[in-house]
């Protein structure tokens, strides 16, 4: 059976980390590239001690040109600025491309600029991508040359709160959003070694950060404002809580209507009917990150609070998984027609 | 110089535990009793390893009666229900008494009986008990006889909010309160071992709880709405994240009148003017549950978000600190005019 | 393709939890059993929510007759002195087990009796069984019908050291064995909640347990004597450390003859030649348990002391990996002739 | 009541911030200074959020005359070779110097040459010092101008084994010491920001360093062979795991002579007898870094082995408490003739 090359582009962080663990066990896939500005010429394994005999690939130096040369299709988890310099090149030679940055989430580049503080610099590819949240954007992602992987933060939050928008059973202004993330989400790009992230810092630890201006915010707006069909403005505060990996999303929603936690529930289990990764819990189960770590699942329920006429919508993904490299290779499967499920059969590792 | 005399009932819980740390080491008391209705008969230290070399105390069984023999003050570290039992005599025989568990926060009986689910059994107590939070209450918990110590989620609810609603700055809907609570929180009552606090469940891994239905969202709304003048409903939703000590909580509250971050700020610099534990951050600075661990300290900050008309306001505090025991030893000192820091003299333990 | 058809007796412990993990998605088999006393009745994904959506199994009662109806082979993830009733049941019937207690580790039953404080009732399963250490008997194990699954220290313990001592290069008194792990492997059996293994209680805490006598040591000292050829005696102490998973072990062995630390990993090198899941790592590099998480990978190294003239070797594994239940599909690959990587493919989880 | 000033030099490290943790709330000192290259002009409650409002001291960069000038005793908490450039300049203005630096702990210059890769620059200053364990050396503390305060892991690895090597029980050779360090051992000078002192890389991780190589082996055989009254060698391996503070030790030491447990507690207690830090734990006890955290206290047991003829002896300390900053503290005590516990009263932060 002849496999499809895939490379990934920034391999130094813990996306690409991921996306390597995964792709190295996907059956459909061989993995023909991996770069690294920083660690360029290096054996994998020894950046990554934990794929020691399961790979001889080194790290090479960051070049679109080269990427196109060795693979059908490219996992870019690059910082924002950067993927939109190697797209361009990219698309050219028809390759697919996965982008786990920003550069291509948001669709109108004026908010781009707004958040990101520069212009984009490849409208044409802003034109041309999907956002890949397979669960919403299915059908455009099959036929989709570009596919921009949600921000962590915004696959957790509208997981959460979807059914709830597009069904028109919310209030669209006073939606809250907290979320709360494991130390790879932050700084996951190069693991960087800013002291916050020390052990001794971020150990017994909890902190708020990005008050009322995170870049996810506009990417959430974008999307819930799609599927109510109107504009949607959140308040959103993202946590570091004291783990590795974990992202867990609690939203304050104004009812538009009165409505018990079973009639919720019931509007939650028919929006993700036949989705293979969200598990909408049973009434009373509560999500938990730990059953959803290393994993593509998300893990949703949702409780009616009649006091204050607000739902509370709560759902638990593991921010490298369903909030990146998992859900990247969802996205692929996607694209390329396979079974949504192939590379991410393991069950979520407990504990 | 003579010590007041004090003692604590329910010490083998981890508030009870941190109340003995606290007040061994107070120079104007000696503890005189510990009850413990699991550990009667035992050593202090073995029970409390750390305690070792610094008391020969044996756990008593729990006695009202004996409490007032021996003691001037009685700390009250039981569950609920069971301190409405022991409060009317130990009043009886005028010792003073400072209850940590929610038995005398409600001032409304009704309130007691719709959360609690029990008719509360001792009005005459409800009537007479002061809410122990002294930025709200100082003078009222000067001449006291029974002060009901705020809840650890409560505590950092108010003091995240109050200056807030006191100054009709807020409006009273939409208020969304969203805490991050360690372990030493939950269960904190006789350490008891239900599997979802064992290491391997609680380790990696957060979770949110009492989803609309958490018994604190009364105590938050009575305190709030007193200092609003009118009825207050929150949304409250309390989580558990992997840290022994510390609690955070984001509030999100919708602001009546357009204010900009340093107009919010100072009108909390004004409203905690002198204050010895709340610590009004400046302007950039976070609050981390880091920064006040071990300690009474409630490090709070307020950010304005224009693009919703709200505020986040967040506190960290320690549970078992400001959300417990040490704000009970501050609520000590201010009953008997001793200085306020007594015995809360040690910074915060970092790291 | 039809597939083998395997049970898990003794599914509510972490053993099991990780045995159903790895099974259900192993290409070869089929899960027709699980059984749990405490648990009976009950769905798996109910006490297993990371498994939700992808078993529909319930837990059965424990009832060697039915497993052997059900199963080809079976798992016994059971405390000791159970696997030894069910045993004979399960042989009578042809059936191929795999059993993870300590019943049948120890060839001596005086040796069982005077660290189990039992006799043992099965001596012919006792004849029978084979050390399930790859390593060391694979060729036993491809012909067993009863397979005794090393205990998680030993497996640790004897990998980092068996090199040294097969070779005649130790000296067979003063070896002394250090050994730290995560939290699931103390209590892995029925998860425990003894209040020692409480999250605040374990977490940022250290400490030894079963000092100068640990059950696991006449196991190691049995398999270490048996390489020698002579009696072993090693002193052994464990400890507990804040992780979930994770085994490390540091062993410090005096050499019969001076050895640089090139010579020494030479040894190793050439010792485990061609083995699929034992990692010697290249001089400098240090194993760690954040390497082998999640999978079967023992990672070691050797280092020459030359001042004490002792050699410092030291080993990584996940204790529920290489220690547990990985370590015993591999056993099952090995019984039926499959590739041995078979069902642990997947990279170890980083981080 | 007038008070002593007192001084830290290198305050940006977490050994610094325990120091200023515990100097701002002892009752006879007054904290005059603070040096840090790196924080030069800063205040301290900008680096160290947690001492807000407890004091307005600015970082001043390190200048040994200026030192002198503003203090009576210097504590210094620089890295090697810094320590023997400021502490002649403080000597010869006859201020008291107590160095949390390895600088002046080898009595013996071509061990520290040797260990250290340099010649030390102040060989009068070594003639001077005395090495700062109380419980081995007080008189001579008591009257000494520089104290050399022990390294963690020796403070960790004397104490637990001390008793039976003054009393000529163990054999000196074949002991072997294992140790699990915090993190805030590792990377105490100045907070570090290397990758591998990162939460993702430090969480959930345990790992060996220093290989029969860490320079606090020379100071443990040192000290351990001045009791013994000959040359002692050690196999001395540290680890680290993931917690903040605390340091376990475990040493494995033969015994001359056959011994009982109880007859070796019986040495242990006598030879701490009076001890104000030193707590030899009850047969049974286990010593656990959760008792001692926060605190100067040593927690330390011994158990026979007669299988080996060896014992095993473990200590708990908290690293940064007698294992640096606190015992730093108590020494100072000894210098002006306090009471020991002076600013060390406080109990252990459990849990």
Redesign the interface.
Known sequence: MTTVRVAVAGGSG?IG?EL??LL??HSKVTVTGVTSERLAGERLDRA???????TDLRFHELDAAWLADVADVVFLALPHMESQRAVPVLRQRHRKVIDLSADYRLRDASDYATWYGAAHIDPAGLAEAVYGLPELHRKAIAGAGLVAVPGCYPAGAILATAPLIRGGLARLD?I?I?S?S???GAGAQG?K???M?????????????G??SHRHTPEIEQELGALAGGSV???F?P?L??????L?T?A?V?LATRMSTADLAGVYREFYAGE?FV?V?PEG???????????N?C?VTV???P??E?A?C?S?IDNLGKGGAANGVQNLNILFGWHERTGL???????
Do not use: C, I, M, W
């Open positions: 813990y980390a390597l663990r190295l066990s990554y001690p934990h794929l020691r005999s399961l006073g809250v907290d709360k494991g130390l790879t693991r070694a800013d002291p992230y020390l052990y001794t810092e971020a150990n017994e630890n909890v902190q708020a950060y008050l009322a403005r959140v308040s505060t946590h809580v004291p783990l590795n990996r974990g867990f609690t304050s104004p293979p598990r819990l189960a509560r999500p938990t990150t730990r059953a959803v770590v290393g994993s699942y893990d409780v009616a609070d006091r204050t607000r509370v709560v638990a059969e393991a069950p979520p590792v407990y504990p």
